[in-house]
C-alpha cells in the first residue's frame, strides 16, 4: 500500500472501510437514494472511488463531481456529458437494445441543447433544457438487470454556489429537480450524494427540507484505534520504516482525530525522517515531525481548509467562521457563551463540526486535530 497525500488512493492503495461500503450496499439493495455525510479528507472520495472501480454484480456506479457547478443547468450537463462518456455505463447499455436505443435517443438530444446554447440558432419558443432531457432519461431508462449509481460528490457544495449565484429561489428550485428526478426515476437508478458541509444545515435555511427527507443518510466516521494502527503499519512496513515499541500508538494518541489525511500526511513525514538516517522512529521523534508538520511546506495542504470557506459560505459567513476557528486555534478550548451575540454564529459553528474542523462536547468546542489548530495559529491570520 503506498502512502498516497493530496491525492484519492484507488486500487490497491486504498484502506479499506469494510462497514461503511456494507453499509452503503445495504441501502443501495433497499432501493433508497443517499446522502453520505463526511468532514474534510475523512476518505468519502475515496470510498467512492473505490465502488466505480470494484462494483458488486449488477452495479455500476458513475462518479461526478460537482463542486464548482454554479447552475442548475450547468449541474445536469454535468451529469448528462459524464453519463453518456462512462465507459462502464456504456459496457452494461449495449447488452440492452431496449437501453441502448433510449440513450441513444438522449445522446441524440444533448446534441440539440449543446447545440442551440452554443449558436443560439434555434426557433423553438422554449430553449431545450440538460435537466428536461435528463429527467426523461431518468424516467424511461429500464435497467431491470443491473443498477447505475450516480455518485455526486460535493453536492452541498454546488447548492451553497447555485444560492450565492442566482438566490433562493433557484436553490430551491435545483433541490425539488433532484427531488423529482429521485422520486420519478426508475428502480435501477440511484443517486448519493455526499458531502463535508452538512446538506440538513443548508436546507433548514432555505425553508426546504422536505426536499431531502427521501435520502437515507450514511455518516463516514473516522477510523477507529484498530483500523488507525492497522493502516499506519502498513503503510510504514511498505517502505520498511522500523520504529520502536509504542511509537505508532504514541503518533495515534498524539492525532488524536483518526483520519486517513492526517496519518497519511504524518507518516510521509516519518518515511522522510527514517530515510535520513535509518535510525528506528522514536516517540521523540515523532513528536518533532507533528510540530513541524503546521509548518508553512504544508500550506497546499492546509490553505484549502482556509480557502474552502470563502467558497462554501457567503463573504458574511466565511468572515465569521474565521474569526471562530483563530479564536478556538488561540485558546484551545471555547465555550458556546463565548459566541452569544455573532448573528449566525450556531449555524457557522453547526458547519464548522460538519466540515470537520471543530467538535464539541457538552457545549465546549476544540479543534479535531491538533496539527490544524497549529497551523490555524501561525498562519490563518487575515
Known amino acids: 500500500m503506498k502512502n498516497i497525500v493530496g491525492q484519492t488512493p484507488r486500487g490497491k492503495d486504498f484502506y479499506p472501510r469494510t462497514k461503511v461500503i456494507r453499509k452503503i450496499y445495504r441501502r443501495l439493495d433497499s432501493g433508497s437514494h443517499i446522502f453520505m455525510s463526511a468532514p474534510r479528507r475523512a476518505g468519502k472520495t475515496?470510498?467512492?472511488?473505490?465502488?466505480?472501480?470494484?462494483?458488486?454484480?449488477?452495479?455500476?456506479?458513475?462518479?461526478?463531481?460537482?463542486?464548482?457547478?454554479?447552475?442548475?443547468?450547468?449541474?445536469?450537463?454535468?451529469?448528462?456529458?459524464?453519463?453518456?462518456?462512462?465507459?462502464?455505463?456504456?459496457?452494461?447499455?449495449k447488452a440492452s437494445e431496449n437501453v441502448f436505443n433510449i440513450f441513444e435517443q438522449f445522446a441524440d438530444h444533448?446534441?440539440?441543447v449543446k447545440v442551440w446554447n452554443i449558436e443560439l440558432e434555434s426557433q423553438d419558443k422554449e430553449p431545450p433544457?440538460?435537466?428536461?432531457?435528463?429527467?426523461?432519461?431518468?424516467?424511461?431508462?429500464?435497467?431491470?438487470?443491473?443498477?447505475?449509481?450516480?455518485?455526486?460528490?460535493?453536492?452541498?457544495?454546488?447548492?451553497?454556489?447555485?444560492?450565492?449565484?442566482?438566490?433562493e429561489k433557484a436553490a430551491v428550485e435545483f433541490l425539488h429537480a433532484n427531488r423529482s428526478i429521485r422520486q420519478r426515476a426508475k428502480r435501477g437508478i440511484q443517486f448519493i450524494y455526499t458531502g463535508s458541509i452538512g446538506l440538513p444545515n443548508i436546507t433548514r435555511k432555505l425553508n426546504a427540507t422536505a426536499t431531502i427527507n427521501d435520502l437515507n443518510i450514511i455518516e463516514v466516521p473516522p477510523l477507529n484505534d484498530r483500523e488507525a494502527m492497522d493502516f499506519a503499519k502498513q503503510l510504514l512496513s511498505n517502505y520498511k520504516v522500523s520504529f520502536e515499541r509504542g511509537t505508532i500508538k504514541h503518533m495515534l494518541d498524539r492525532l488524536s482525530w483518526l483520519i486517513p489525511f492526517f496519518i497519511q500526511l504524518v507518516v510521509q513525514m516519518l518515511i522522510d525522517e527514517y530515510e535520513s538516517n535509518y535510525k528506528p522512529i522514536t516517540k521523540k521523534v515523532v513528536d518533532e515531525v507533528l510540530e513541524r508538520a503546521s509548518n508553512h511546506r504544508n500550506n497546499i495542504?492546509?490553505?484549502?481548509?482556509?480557502?474552502?470557506?470563502?467558497?462554501?459560505?457567503?463573504a458574511v459567513e466565511?468572515?465569521?467562521?474565521?474569526?471562530?476557528?483563530?479564536?478556538?486555534a488561540e485558546e484551545d478550548r471555547?465555550?458556546?457563551?463565548?459566541?452569544?451575540?455573532?448573528?449566525?454564529?450556531?449555524r457557522v459553528l453547526e458547519i464548522l463540526e460538519f466540515d470537520g474542523y471543530?467538535?464539541?462536547?457538552?457545549?465546549?468546542?476544540?479543534?479535531?486535530?491538533p496539527i490544524l489548530q497549529l497551523w490555524w495559529k501561525k498562519y490563518a491570520k487575515d
Open 110 to 112: 444533448i446534441k440539440k
Open 129 to 167: 433544457k440538460y435537466s428536461v432531457e435528463f429527467e426523461k432519461l431518468m424516467r424511461t431508462l429500464d435497467t431491470s438487470d443491473f443498477t447505475i449509481v450516480i455518485l455526486v460528490d460535493e453536492f452541498p457544495i454546488a447548492l451553497e454556489r447555485i444560492n450565492s449565484e442566482h438566490g
Open 301 to 314: 495542504y492546509f490553505e484549502n481548509y482556509y480557502s474552502r470557506l470563502d467558497k462554501s459560505l457567503t
Open 334 to 346: 471555547v465555550v458556546l457563551d463565548a459566541f452569544n451575540g455573532m448573528e449566525d454564529a450556531s
Open 358 to 369: 471543530i467538535n464539541s462536547n457538552q457545549d465546549v468546542y476544540v479543534f479535531n486535530s
Open 46 to 93: 475515496s470510498i467512492m472511488r473505490f465502488l466505480e472501480d470494484q462494483p458488486r454484480k449488477g452495479y455500476v456506479f458513475l462518479y461526478v463531481s460537482v463542486e464548482d457547478v454554479e447552475s442548475s443547468e450547468e449541474y445536469f450537463k454535468i451529469l448528462s456529458e459524464e453519463l453518456l462518456n462512462s465507459e462502464a455505463v456504456s459496457q452494461i447499455v
Open 318 to 328: 466565511s468572515k465569521l467562521a474565521k474569526q471562530i476557528l483563530l479564536r478556538i
